[in-house]
């Protein structure tokens, strides 16, 4: 399963931690009210270590304070410098409102 987030294929989105691999990447916080719905981005970031980084993650109130409905995550398995990368085109591209730094 995939999804589009920018011009970039990532993995998911997963509603369980456990399904993320725990690699070097970007990954990205959606929501969506219903099935039928197209999902919003909330949050990007990019680790070393993304199932640790996320499940552990000091923004998680956040995350759920702005969730529409269902919350999951996706990610894109990339080297160090890819994700720094990508993580900034695409919180300039979406502008997450968790995470403003």
Do not use: K
Request: hydrophobic fraction near 35%; charge should be neutral; charged fraction near 25%.
């Amino acid at each position: 399963m995939s999804i589009t987030i920018g011009n970039y294929s990532f993995e998911g989105p997963f509603g369980n931690i456990a399904d993320l691999r725990n690699n070097s990447g970007v990954y990205a916080i959606v929501s969506r009210r219903t099935n039928a719905d197209r999902y919003t981005v909330i949050d990007i970031g990019e680790a070393g270590w993304i199932q640790d980084r996320v499940a552990n993650h000091d923004r998680r109130d956040q995350w759920g304070r702005n969730n529409h409905g269902t919350l999951a995550v996706a990610a894109l398995y990339c080297d160090e410098a890819a994700r720094m990368r990508i993580e900034r085109e695409l919180r300039a591209q979406f502008n997450p409102v968790c995470g403003v730094r």
